[in-house]
């Protein structure tokens, strides 16, 4: 079995600073992670993943993560916030392992203050 | 190249009514996913066919769904004698292939933007 918990469902930064959203996992298997951002009204958008390579991932749009095995967590941050990045996170989660689908997490919404 | 698309984009049904979702996955990709996502929630997992092959349909809430990819390609979602507690937005993703059994081997699933279904 495998799920993801999502630690924060809203994160309110001011413009220009740094974002933190955080995310622990569980899994069964060895796991593929993923960040997936849902602007109103779109589809969802890879931002970034993590398939056992390097445990810092660089994504798109600055957004990186890093992959914490000892610590189940894989958090997301960017160094500067813009107010584009307002939208709706989502920590994701496939153990390859027999499920075939994606577990989501319940999402966070990140506001940015101007 | 073109994305997932989706259609239609929003659909009304009376409760009781049939519904028909279509998916167009990326050109080439082997395996499709259906998700139905909440209000306020994130996307669960439904459905996934390889190829044709429906190779798991642990999601489907109920046997009131019903999905099909009779060519391998396009993708149809159905929901008979729909429920208010069906509405929500129904997404569909698509990717280059899938090793089974192979942990951690997961493709990158493209995602379509959703029908949203509201069931009155």
């Known amino acids: 079995a495998q799920s993801v918990t999502q630690l924060d469902s809203h994160v309110s930064v001011s413009e220009g600073t740094p974002v933190l959203l955080r995310c622990n996992y569980s899994?069964?298997?060895?796991?593929?992670l993923f960040w997936y951002v849902q602007h109103p009204n779109k589809g969802l958008q890879l931002l970034l993943k993590?398939?056992?390579?390097?445990?810092l991932v660089k994504g798109i749009n600055g957004f990186e993560a890093e992959f914490k095995k000892s610590e189940t967590s894989f958090h997301l941050t960017k160094p500067s916030a813009h107010m584009s990045d307002a939208a709706e996170y989502f920590c994701?989660?496939?153990?390859?392992?027999?499920?075939?689908?994606?577990?989501f997490g319940k999402g966070t919404h990140l506001i940015i203050q101007p | 190249g073109a994305g997932v698309s989706q259609s239609p984009r929003y659909k009304v049904a009376k409760r009781g009514q049939d519904v028909a979702l279509r998916c167009d996955p990326i050109?080439?990709?082997?395996?499709l996913f259906w998700y139905q996502q909440a209000l306020g929630q994130g996307p669960e997992f439904l459905t996934y066919?390889?190829?044709?092959?429906?190779?798991?349909k642990s999601g489907l809430p109920s046997d009131r769904f019903f999905a099909e990819r009779p060519e391998g390609s396009v993708s149809t979602l159905k929901i008979q004698r729909t429920q208010q507690e069906d509405s929500a937005v129904y997404l569909c993703?698509?990717?280059?292939?899938?090793?089974?059994?192979?942990?951690?081997?997961?493709?990158?699933?493209?995602f379509g933007p959703g029908t949203r279904l509201t069931v009155l």
């Open positions: 050109s080439g990709h082997v395996s």
């Open positions: 994701v989660v496939s153990s390859g392992g027999g499920a075939d689908g994606l577990t």
């Open positions: 993590y398939t056992s390579a390097a445990t």
């Open positions: 993703a698509s990717s280059t292939k899938r090793l089974a059994g192979f942990p951690g081997s997961t493709d990158t699933q493209y």
């Open positions: 899994s069964s298997y060895s796991p593929s």
């Open positions: 066919f390889q190829n044709e092959a429906q190779l798991d």
